[in-house]
T-cell receptor, first 111, second 118 residues
């Protein structure tokens, strides 16, 4: 069935380093992918999205890469800051107006 | 301030006692959705609504009802709550439909409602 997997449940990085959070998906028909950030006690917050006709999209300090050949999605955060510490969710469209999310990866930023 | 609000934020109830979690958005968004979040399972969609009087099931609709009588409000109703509905619930809204050809389908999430059913 459809699924979104995460390679690492927890990622620890040093402040100032670049972070890469990975996500694997199984539905090759999906045409929309998204990343959310969730801080403790808060609702998810949109970071960036990408459609399947693109392989890269950049935002402010973040880049999403999509590799449709191996069904892999990644989120790169440049110069990681303590405020980036959160759980990050990837998701993909699983049908009309449906989003399927992974369980999340916790990013811990150490000074 | 553009936002999605939910009430209550925390609720402890007993099995079988009907409850409603309210959701309201002030962005004039057409699309609204309810999710539940459980450890290890991430966010799972319960119901969604494309517009007033238009609702449809998500992935885990059993035991829930919704209504969309006004554009800004999308309440979640548990007619007879059970312990397996203990969870963290999020309401979300977006301007258009998800993955509908838009390059930015940002969903705005509410702060969450933590529900415990004893």
């Amino acid at each position: 069935g459809e699924s979104v997997g995460l390679h690492l449940p927890t990622l620890s990085v040093q402040e100032g380093d670049n972070s890469i959070i990975n996500c694997a998906y199984s539905n090759s028909a999906s045409d929309y992918f998204i990343w959310y950030k969730q801080e403790s006690g808060k609702g998810p917050q949109f970071i960036i999205d990408i459609r399947s006709n693109m392989d890269k999209r950049q935002g402010q300090r973040v880049t999403v890469l999509l590799n449709k050949t191996v069904k892999h999605l990644s989120l790169q955060i440049a110069a990681t800051q303590p405020g980036d510490s959160a759980v990050y969710f990837c998701g993909f469209s699983g049908g009309y107006n449906k989003l399927i999310f992974g369980a999340g990866t916790r990013l811990a930023v150490h000074p | 301030e553009a936002q999605v609000t939910q009430n209550p934020r925390y609720l402890i109830t007993v099995t079988g006692k009907k409850l409603t979690v309210t959701c309201s958005q002030n962005m004039n968004h057409e699309y609204m959705s309810w999710y539940r979040q459980d450890p290890g399972l991430g966010l799972r969609q319960i119901y969604y609504s494309m517009n007033v009087e238009v609702t449809d099931k998500g992935d885990v609709p059993e035991g829930y009802k919704v209504s969309r009588k006004e554009k800004r409000n999308f309440p979640l109703i548990l007619e007879s709550p059970s312990p397996n509905q203990t969870s963290l619930y999020f309401c979300a809204s977006t301007r258009g439909g998800l993955a509908g050809g838009m390059s930015n389908n940002e969903q705005f999430f509410g702060p969450g409602t933590r529900l415990t059913v004893l």
